[in-house]
Nanobody, 116 residues
């Protein structure tokens, strides 16, 4: 079992920034993928940004150039730096980890609200 604990959500004005953190209960060096998804009210959960097993990154087109995913393997933590936030970024953001062989794990989610 892997526990994922997210933090960093909140209320921010349009154009503002937030940084989300996700800390895993085990090493994140050898994983299939790890990163962030989001779900807005009435919409399906969608990929935001993830690391792949090869260390490359994948971003949703809607966040390219504004969001940056990073990781600190020593702290078992993945971050999502979100800049130039827009109202349409409002959603619950979930951290997810997929093991090389095995299960998918999800965090409890953290609310991000972009509003003036």
């Amino acid at each position: 079992q892997v526990q994922l604990v997210e933090s960093g959500g909140g209320l921010v004005q349009p154009g503002g920034s937030l940084r989300l953190s996700c800390t895993a209960s085990r090493s994140i060096v050898f994983i299939n993928t790890m990163g962030w998804y989001r779900q807005a009210p009435g919409k399906q959960r969608e990929l935001v940004a993830i690391f792949t097993s090869g260390g490359s990154t994948i971003y949703a087109d809607s966040v390219k150039g504004r969001f940056t995913i990073s990781r600190d393997n020593a702290k078992n933590t993945v971050y999502l730096q979100m800049n130039s936030l827009k109202p349409e970024d409002t959603a619950v953001y979930y951290c997810a980890l997929r093991e090389l062989v095995g299960s998918d794990y999800w965090g409890q989610g953290t609310q991000v609200t972009v509003s003036s």
